[in-house]
């Protein structure tokens, strides 16, 4: 089956908001479908899977295998962690870390190089690897499964398992392709459960934790349908959201993308109108379902929030993605921090304990827009959330886990002197012509800055702003992802065991492990 689809939706662009940060991802280019224009339901995208890692089992077996392994070597402890909290970077290479670093530093009028990220400081760390069953290089969605579900799909994926090609409505509603993640393992023990992001609530991470679906745009009806799919019988992610386990059993959701759950016809709280063709509002209903529910939608109604009150929250704080940090107005939108300091006062009355993932979204944008300065700064509100979550948690019970989902293609290279600014330009190398280049560049992106010759142009009053756009050696639209391993930092409870190389789809079987969830091992029993 062929399906011609409107431009727009093959770039990405499916109804958000005209202003602000904009979607960028192109299901038409990760599919690999981008020359021909159009897409098939039939084959795999175009990439190859290989038929046994369609089956879930064998990444469940992969994972029990590098438990195991690590299992083998002396236990400091059998401690068990009462909370976990998963914080991800999106987007967020080692050369975003290190970069994000330096910036930090210079920003207290030093070198740079010389200073630590919060989580930087935790006792373990580790890599993990990011290739999905069908994809060298990841996105969003099928990364999503790997760390929240324990299980690698097929790029665009969300919850279904590598069996399960692109657009495919039939095959994302058979039981045997449908996954379950380590929320809904934490809700099965008793556990209060819930998110925070600053992209939207049908984001492809965030999604992660509750969708099941064959295409990450399915977020609202009208997505779907736009796809040439029956909204009726391939649910939308917003919907399953509100009414599906274990969306429906979420005590927090914090993010934006409040069109999503609107109809056409309805204005939002921020002035944008709904994208919803079927008039159903799904706030309502989620409110209905929520007795002691609360909505809010800016930083003064969260933070006046009584969360003993509220049996659960839900925070839309844009109409789609949420602004960057540097861009947004701080009376209106609540930094990472205030989402992730209410959200565990709100779970941590659960005296059973609680699983919450926090996502710092925007790291990836600031990539894909080659705009660095945005990337480096969202990295250091995300540090910060994580520093607060450390210092508001005990160490004793609360797992935390960072890492990413994914690289990007920026490079800190030359020959740079101690202290230069990791924004601008590398003062001491040039090119081979005698023009300096910059500190940061990426693979690909918009700007080469060449002549009409096709030399480089100097970058003098160029670089240095926040927002400047860094070079890039492929044109491209945005930048792109890339392939390489990912850090794992972690502290806590059998914090011990996020260590050496694992596959990305083991992150959620050792937390279920530390935290006595799910159906595989288990620190209590061990």
Known sequence: MQLLLPILVLLGFSGLALSGVQEVHNVFELTGQKASREFSTDVANGKYTPPEEMNPQFWYDLADEEITKRLLQPQPNSVKAKNVIMFLGDGMPLATVTAARILKGQRQNKTGEESSLSFERFPYSGLSRTYCANAQVPDSACTATSYLCGVKTNIINIGVSAAVNFNNCTASQDPANRLTSIAEWSQNAGKS???????????????????????????????????????????????????????????????????????????????????????????????????????????????????????????????????????????????????????????????????????????????????????????????????????????????????????????????????????????????????????????????QYLDETGQRIPLDNILGPDNAISPSYIAKEIGVHSGEDVGIWASGPQSHLFTGTMQQSTIPHLMAYASCVGSGKKVCTN
């Open 193 to 447: 459960t819930g998110f925070v992001t600053t992209t939207t609530l049908t984001h492809a991470s965030p999604s992660g934790a509750y969708a099941k679906t064959a295409n990450r745009m399915w977020q609202s009806d009208t997505d779907v349908t736009s796809y040439g799919v029956d909204a009726k019988t391939c649910i939308d992610m917003a919907t399953q959201l509100v009414t599906q386990t274990p969306g429906k059993n979420f005590e927090v959701m914090f993010g934006g993308g409040m069109g999503k759950f609107l109809p056409k016809t309805i204005k939002d709280s921020h002035g944008k109108a709904g994208e919803r063709s079927d008039g159903v509002n799904l706030l309502s209903r989620w409110q209905g379902l929520h007795d002691k529910g609360v909505m809010v939608t800016n930083r003064k109604q969260l933070l006046n929030l009584n969360v003993s009150s509220a049996s659960s929250i839900i925070g839309v704080f844009q109409s789609g993605l949420m602004k960057f940090h540097m861009d947004a107005d701080a009376t209106y939108q609540p930094t990472l921090s205030e989402l992730t300091e209410v959200a565990i006062k709100k779970l941590s009355h659960n005296e059973k304990g609680y699983f919450v993932f926090i996502e710092g979204g925007l790291i990836d944008y600031g990539n894909h827009y080659t705009q660095a300065g945005y990337a480096l700064d969202e990295a250091l509100e995300f540090e910060k959330a994580i520093q607060l979550a450390r210092d508001m948690t005990d160490i004793e019970d609360t797992l935390i886990v960072v890492t990413a989902d994914h690289g990007h293609a920026i490079s800190i290279a030359g020959y740079p002197g101690r202290g230069t600014p990791i924004l601008g330009l590398n003062h001491h190398d040039t090119d081979i012509n005698g023009v300096k280049y910059s500190v940061l560049n990426y693979a690909a992106g918009p700007n």
